[in-house]
């Protein structure tokens, strides 16, 4: 599967500080959610990408924050500058990459006035957070896009993303409507702390049962 993260959760140096927000050295995410982040890395196709740096602000920069998140959208920088043209011009080109690339997942970061998917900062520049998202990871969700940050539990997005999928089959073949049918099962029995080991090497075994043998573009899309 394809999938596009932000590159400072790949350990680039792209935040507004000249640092990064690297999930793997990280010490306030659990060895188990970094060891899940490593296999996601391992498994799938990475696109890295950072839409503030991608609408032309540099390294280091000075922090902005989205002042009103409904249209117009206005982002400030903690100077009073109106940046909000390279905000609306990253959420763009992260747009172009993700239907260029035919990519269903992002994995952005969590709370960023471009990337946040659940919360975001209120614009007063005081670590206070809203509930809000910010411009990337709102333009992919209206686009179809699933969009999760590092803190998100992801066999839960998952799940949604398999019960969506479980809708649509259209159930002409065996491999594409049991496939589906037993991904959710399976995710289900994990969620739920009902998990067997080998679960997830099953989940890999059913992906690549459906990529070759499901006749619906729907299963096999869940299935990559």
């Known amino acids: 599967m394809k999938i596009l993260i932000s590159s400072c959760l790949l350990g ?3 935040r507004y500080d000249g640092n990064n927000s ?3 050295f990280n010490p306030n995410i659990s060895f188990s959610l970094k060891e899940l982040f490593m296999d996601i890395l391992c498994d799938n196709e990475i696109y890295s990408f950072c839409p503030e740096v991608a609408g032309g602000l540099g390294v280091p920069r000075i922090p902005a924050e989205i002042v009103k998140n409904d249209k117009p959208f206005i982002v400030q920088n903690e100077e009073g500058k109106d940046v909000t043209i390279n905000f609306l011009l990253g959420a763009k080109k992260a747009l172009d990459v993700c239907l260029e690339e035919n990519i269903k997942v992002a994995l952005l970061k969590a709370n960023s006035p471009s990337c946040g998917n659940i919360n975001i900062y ?4 005081t670590s206070n957070l809203i509930e809000g998202q910010g411009l990337t990871a709102r ?3 209206e686009k179809g896009i699933e969009v999760f940050n590092e803190t998100d539990c992801m066999l839960a997005k998952l ?3 398999a019960e969506n999928y479980e809708k649509e089959t259209c159930g002409r073949c065996v491999f594409g ?8 099962m399976i995710l289900s029995d994990i969620l739920n702390k009902k998990g067997k080991v080998g679960d997830l090497d099953k989940l890999k ?3 690549l049962q459906m990529t070759s043998h499901t006749l619906c573009d729907v299963d096999n899309v ?3």
């Open 122 to 125: 209120d614009g007063t520049f």
């Open 139 to 141: 333009l992919l969700k």
């Open 205 to 207: 075994q059913l992906s």
């Open 12 to 14: 680039e140096d792209v």
């Open 159 to 161: 799940k949604i993303i």
């Open 22 to 24: 690297s999930v793997a």
């Open 222 to 224: 869940l299935a990559t």
């Open 177 to 184: 409507f049991e496939g589906v049918t037993q991904i959710n």
